[in-house]
């Protein structure tokens, strides 16, 4: 099973995010853009684990003490940077809680024997991304750059995109499944904030 943990995000954000998602995907034709119920933001990866491993998860989970976190869903920008853009996201504003809670989150599971995080949390909504590494070939990768520079122009003279603030007030465990159409995710539990 392919699981991590992510905030949902609701349903008015969601719907704002689509329509601006269809206002720019002409931008970068050649990106491979999110379906709009598929956004969440990731608090931690898991990757592939055992069915068996996941009562031992649910309760590492159910252990997480936070309180609820306002969120305001603005900007946008590409990783791992414009220069190089791979990765079209939108920005979360949410003060120190979020991070600290994906940190007990990664805490929780890594009590488990599962690796902690490589990186510093950067809370986002991925909405698109470009090429997938090196079995790209060149002319494609070249594509996807040019068409996310040029996304990269058009919103520079736009205002900043603004959808919304929201409370997050449950997190939860998804697990994804990978087919040809892109991934669908499923949630296989909630915990209250």
Same mark, same amino acid.
């Given at each position: 099973?392919?699981?991590?943990?992510?905030?949902?995000?609701?349903?008015?954000?969601?719907?704002?995010?689509a329509r601006f998602i269809d206002g720019v995907r002409g /931008? *970068?034709?050649?990106?491979?853009?999110?379906?709009?119920?598929?956004?969440?933001?990731?608090?931690?990866?898991? =990757?592939?684990? *055992?069915?068996?491993?996941?009562?031992?998860?649910?309760?590492? %989970?159910?252990?997480?003490?936070?309180?609820?976190?306002?969120?305001?869903?603005?900007? &946008?920008?590409? /990783?791992? +940077?414009?220069? &190089?853009?791979?990765?079209?996201?939108? $920005?979360? @504003?949410? $003060?120190?809680?979020?991070? *600290?809670? *994906?940190?007990?989150?990664?805490?929780?599971? #890594?009590? %488990? =024997?599962? #690796?902690?995080?490589?990186?510093?949390? &950067?809370?986002?909504?991925?909405?698109?991304? $470009? +090429?997938? =590494?090196s079995r790209s070939p060149r002319s494609k990768m070249d +594509?996807?750059?040019? =068409? /996310?520079?040029?996304?990269?122009?058009?919103?520079?003279?736009?205002?900043?995109?603004?959808?919304?603030?929201?409370?997050?007030? @449950?997190? /939860?465990?998804y697990q994804s499944h990978l087919s040809r159409g892109g &991934?669908?995710?499923?949630?296989? #539990? $909630?915990?209250?904030?």
């Amino acid at each position: 099973m392919r699981i991590f943990i992510a905030l949902d995000i609701d349903e008015a954000i969601r719907h704002r995010i689509a329509r601006f998602i269809d206002g720019v995907r002409g /931008f *970068a034709p050649d990106a491979r853009w999110v379906r709009p119920e598929s956004l969440h933001i990731t608090l931690k990866f898991i =990757g592939e684990t *055992a069915p068996e491993n996941m009562d031992q998860i649910k309760e590492a %989970l159910k252990a997480v003490e936070a309180h609820a976190i306002e969120m305001n869903i603005r900007g &946008s920008g590409f /990783f791992p +940077g414009a220069k &190089s853009p791979r990765v079209f996201w939108l $920005g979360i @504003e949410a $003060g120190p809680s979020l991070a *600290a809670l *994906a940190s007990t989150v990664d805490d929780r599971v #890594a009590s %488990l =024997g599962i #690796a902690k995080q490589d990186h510093p949390f &950067s809370p986002h909504l991925t909405l698109a991304r $470009g +090429g997938g =590494g090196s079995r790209s070939p060149r002319s494609k990768m070249d +594509g996807f750059k040019r =068409g /996310f520079q040029r996304l990269e122009e058009k919103l520079a003279a736009l205002p900043v995109p603004e959808f919304g603030t929201m409370t997050a007030r @449950e997190f /939860f465990l998804y697990q994804s499944h990978l087919s040809r159409g892109g &991934s669908r995710y499923e949630k296989l #539990a $909630g915990f209250t904030l």
